[in-house]
């Protein structure tokens, strides 16, 4: 529970509540459970306080400072938090989604059991962090910094955002993964090193409307359940970076491409960009009802493009996964590496004289 001398001070403004603080270092404020929606406290100073199960929806906490405090069952959904420091402090249980959690400190803190999907955590310190059974699902996640952290197999970590809001939406499903597969795409010189030894990331392909985008997502609950990384390209976005570029780096870093061709948009700019120079298993998928673009055909010449998996449901797809898509992509695969690992045997001319 809240001291009402403690909440009283706070009501004042952060000025009066900042100046008691420094002349009262010695006091732990108690504001646990207080009701504060939509206060206005950028640069508040709520270092060690207790504030568990606080509701602090849509507040504005900017560059405040949480050090070290009790924030357990706190409730921040859709709160401003840019700038600040939440280092060490305990957010266990924490509600989160929504918050703007940009350029802030939140290392070391504990994120156990916290909710933080769709929050932007672009730019913060993550390091040490523990995200055991923490719901991170559609965080935005572009230049943070993920040293060390802990998770477990309940950390939901799925549709995580990792490029700046002007450019086309990629996402991936590990925060440290995110990382890495950011740096492929400013520094897509390193992708044949990763060509040689990805073994997870598959790139899913299509169109996101709203009914298309419900079959790819299907496509990717469906690879993250095999242990795949799906890595999703929304070129619906605006950009400020070359499509075609972009597509070629995460075609370089995956061991698979899913592709729908169902109605396609840029499909068939992006298959043009990729098949013909990466030697990987393309799958196509189409609704039943829908005819293949007039061009597809054309790319029968590769033997890496599988035949098209022609499906009437959703559920269908779903239920018939691992063996229309799964097995035969990685069939393909392994075909595909006995080829590239086969040795390359020399003639002489007299052999050649000889074979004619």
Known sequence: MAKSEHLQILLQGVISWNNWRA??????????????????????????????NAILDKAQLNDASFYLADLR?????????KNSDLGGSNLTGAQLQE????????????LSQANLAGAQLSGSNLSKTKFFGTDLTGCYVYAISAWDLETDNST??????????????????????????HLMLKHKKLGKVIQTISTKAVLILGRFTTERKAILDAVADELR????????????????????????????????????ITNPKSVPQELMATVPDFKIPFVPILEKGYDQYSMFP????????????????????VENFRMVILNRAWQKHIELQTQR????????????????
């Open 156 to 181: 939901k970590q799925s549709d995580l955002v990792i490029t700046e809001p002007n450019e086309y939406k990629v996402t991936v499903d590990n925060l440290e993964v995110a990382q890495f597969v």
């Open 298 to 317: 054309d790319f029968q010449m590769y033997p890496w493009v599988l035949r098209p998996v022609i499906y009437s449901t959703r559920e269908e797809l």
């Open 73 to 81: 069952g706190a409730h921040f959904e859709s709160a401003e938090l």
């Open 225 to 260: 359940r095999t242990n795949f990384l799906p890595i999703i390209f929304d070129f619906e976005k605006p950009d400020t970076r070359d499509c075609t570029e972009t597509i070629r780096t995460l075609a370089s870093l995956s061991v698979f491409v899913i592709v729908d």
């Open 99 to 110: 918050a703007d959690i940009r350029w802030a400190n939140i290392s070391e803190a504990n």
């Open 23 to 52: 002349e009262n270092p010695e006091i732990r404020p108690e504001l646990g459970g207080a009701m504060l929606s939509k206060a206005k406290l950028n640069g508040i100073n709520l270092a060690d306080a207790d504030l568990s």
């Open 341 to 356: 690992n086969a040795a390359f045997a020399a003639m002489s001319i007299d052999d050649i004289i000889k074979s004619q």
